[in-house]
């Protein structure tokens, strides 16, 4: 991967095992870390991991393939970059942030093709025994494999039209085209939305997203 500018930039590194480095298990004991890493090179999401400073510590396969496209986002000089203004603006007023009021952000962003491309990023817990920074996940919507209303149903005790809002706006949508496609109102979509929060304990969109994102809700 080159940098913006013709400057080149160093590859990016998969995680080793100083990544795992701390995490520990319930029982006091720490996991293998050949077993963490296997586990996150495995997933199909994309998943990155900042410091503390924002750096980029690691991608695993996934991730790199998202960003090696360099559009809409891509890795100059060890940092995330968008090539959206407004959006790189809210992403490193988040990642400078010390205090904040959430600990998780979404960024939607547009693909060369047409598509959607979406940031989740989560804030890691300093109390936790992992090193402190960012975790990272990349949705692309395109070959996103989508989530399982059924799953939703029966984890949250969701109406079949909330798992329908919860699964469309997970995926991408926005509240007008999940309106257009479920063939009702925007207000109608707001209501099932606000049960959704009730009954998955959210009060946000990106709260939701990332509740989506980290469980077992794929077809």
């Known amino acids: 991967m080159e940098r913006s500018g013709g400057r080149s930039s160093a590859p990016l590194r998969s995680p080793d095992r100083s990544c795992c480095e701390g995490l ?53 000089q060890d940092r995330l970059r968008v090539v959206s203004p407004g959006q790189q603006a809210r992403l490193d007023r988040f990642l400078a942030s010390t205090q904040c009021s959430s600990d998780a952000m979404v960024l939607r962003l547009n693909t060369a093709s047409g598509g959607a491309l979406t940031l989740l990023v989560n804030r890691l817990d300093p109390g936790v025994d992992l090193p402190t920074g960012f975790l990272v996940f990349l949705f692309d919507h395109d070959s996103a494999t989508p989530t399982n209303p059924e799953l939703l149903r029966e984890f949250y005790e969701l109406t079949p039209a909330e798992a329908n809002v919860a699964g469309l706006l997970y995926n991408g949508r926005s509240l007008k085209v999940i309106a257009a496609e479920l063939d009702c109102s925007i207000n109608t979509v707001r209501a099932h939305l606000k049960h959704v929060f009730r009954k998955c304990g959210v009060h946000s969109q990106a709260e939701l997203v990332r509740l989506l994102a980290l469980g077992p809700y794929w077809g």
């Open 24 to 76: 520990e298990r319930r029982d006091g004991q720490s996991p293998p870390a050949d077993f963490l890493v296997h586990v996150i090179n495995g997933l199909q999401r994309g998943v990155v991991l900042l410091s503390s400073s924002g750096q980029v510590t690691f991608a695993n396969p996934a991730a790199q393939a998202l960003l090696e496209r360099r559009h809409p986002v891509t890795v100059d």
